[in-house]
């Protein structure tokens, strides 16, 4: 389960919105380059915007309202320059105004 604490409106927004995302590569050498696909998912009313945030470590950093990709294109290549744990994190809004979390772990070796 998803650490939430601070963000009511995506724990409200779940069983509207269910982000799905997958990687090419979950572990591998440094540099690593990654693709990601959001694309299957599929929410009730239609996706906005796709916004993906990477954070070292595995636990979820405060949300510093920026992310490193913001746009309606669900698919993105990221390369991760250093050995370490990465959080991978995906935000995604739908048209009417919901919004939910997915992340997922990559190991840099």
Do not use: C
């Not at 440094?30 to 299957?40: G, N």
């Not at 599929?42 to 990477?54: A, E, I, K, L, W």
């Not at 959080?87 to 919004?99: M, P, W």
């Amino acid at each position: 389960m998803h650490r939430m604490a601070g963000l009511p409106h995506l724990r409200s927004s779940l069983k509207y919105l269910k982000p799905q995302l997958s990687a090419s590569v979950e572990r591998g050498p440094a540099p690593l380059t990654v693709s990601f696909d959001a694309s299957r998912t599929f929410p009730r009313y239609g996706v906005m915007r796709f916004n993906y945030d990477v954070t070292w470590g595995p636990h979820e950093a405060e949300d510093d309202g920026y992310y490193l990709y913001s746009g309606n294109n669900p698919q993105w290549t990221h390369t991760f320059a250093e050995y370490g744990i990465y959080l991978v994190i995906l935000d995604v809004e739908a048209n009417s105004g919901k919004s939910a979390r997915v992340t997922k772990v990559i190991f840099v070796l």
